[in-house]
């Protein structure tokens, strides 16, 4: 399913472009099989998968040459997309961005969250600002330029528990 799901045009399209299934495999199973600081979730509504989400802890990355300025252990970094492109624009990928900002700020131990998106995807950019992200400026990555957001913990304000 995953495999399906990234090699779509309105994914691929900005998610290191069309994967193989080898490919796949590669990336996603350590974290599958625990290990390593990086958390993948299929988004289910009304028991039908709707898109992936995942976490991850920049500071864990650094031995990979990613996020060598992040010191914070308590920040996480998400990506995310809808599986399907009819779902594109109706506010559903803001919706599940919020709700897993809301869960990963339910662990006071996280003080930050952070996205790239690449500057040119507009509709991801909409997406994060809509769900609380605001844009910190256009930084190099290894995939290329990105835009970096972030979303600060409120203070004084406490987040639902979402199972």
């Known amino acids: 399913m995953l495999h399906e799901w990234l090699s779509r045009p309105h994914v691929s399209e900005w998610w290191d472009g069309t994967p193989t299934f080898a490919g796949v495999v590669a990336d996603f199973t350590p974290s599958i099989r625990g290990g390593v600081a ?3 979730y299929i988004v289910m509504a009304d028991g039908a998968p709707l898109g992936f989400i995942q976490a991850y802890s920049p500071v864990a990355f650094h031995d990979d040459g990613w996020w060598l300025d992040e010191h914070d252990p308590g920040v996480r970094g998400i990506d995310q997309f809808l599986a399907e492109s009819a779902l594109l624009g109706r506010g559903l990928g803001s919706a599940m961005v919020r709700a897993f900002v809301a869960k990963l700020f339910a662990d006071p131990a996280i003080t930050r969250i952070q996205t790239d998106p690449e500057p040119g995807n ?3 950019i ?3 600002e809509k769900a609380g992200f605001r844009a910190a400026g256009e930084i190099d990555t290894k995939d290329g330029p990105a835009l970096l957001m972030y979303c600060e913990r409120p203070v004084g304000e ?4 979402i199972a």
């Open 126 to 128: 909409r997406c994060y």
């Open 122 to 124: 507009g509709r991801a």
């Open 38 to 40: 990086h958390w993948c």
């Open 158 to 161: 406490s987040f639902p528990s």
